[in-house]
């Protein structure tokens, strides 16, 4: 069974960072592509980040293009997201995805639809 557990959420002040960390387990396949998503208190959930398993090539919403960085440890099956210059527009629940398949591994998106299993999401706060 394929599971996904997100960590590393919390209050921070604007200004500041955080790092979120995914692990994983239970994968039986060796393509994929792990997504970062977040939704806010009244607001659409948002694809913010994407990385492929089989290249590590990356993929940013524009909204946290130059502020956070998606990186991972193939050693800990672990996926991070390294979010710095927090902003108060950033507080949002943090989910992250996996999407199974060679597709998915060379076809980055933010399309949360296409992704096949989630994890149950940190909170993350930013205060201004």
């Known amino acids: 069974e394929v599971q996904l557990v997100e960590s590393g959420g919390g209050l921070v002040q604007a200004g500041g960072s955080l790092r979120l960390s995914c692990a994983a387990s239970?994968?039986?396949?060796?393509?994929?592509?792990i997504g970062w998503f977040r939704q806010a208190p009244g607001k659409e959930r948002e694809g913010i980040s994407c990385?492929?398993?089989?290249?590590?090539?990356?993929y940013y919403a524009d909204s946290v293009k130059g502020r956070f960085t998606i990186s991972s440890d193939n050693a800990k099956n672990t996926v991070y997201l390294q979010m710095n210059s927090l902003k108060p527009e950033d507080t949002a629940v943090y989910y992250c995805?996996?999407?199974?398949?060679?597709?998915?591994?060379?076809?980055?998106?933010?399309?949360?639809?296409?992704?096949?299993?989630w994890g149950q999401g940190t909170q993350v706060t930013v205060s201004s």
């Open positions: 995805a996996v999407r199974e398949g060679v597709i998915a591994a060379v076809v980055p998106t933010l399309s949360g639809y296409l992704y096949d299993s």
């Open positions: 239970g994968f039986t396949f060796d393509d994929y592509a």
């Open positions: 990385i492929s398993s089989t290249d590590g090539s990356t």
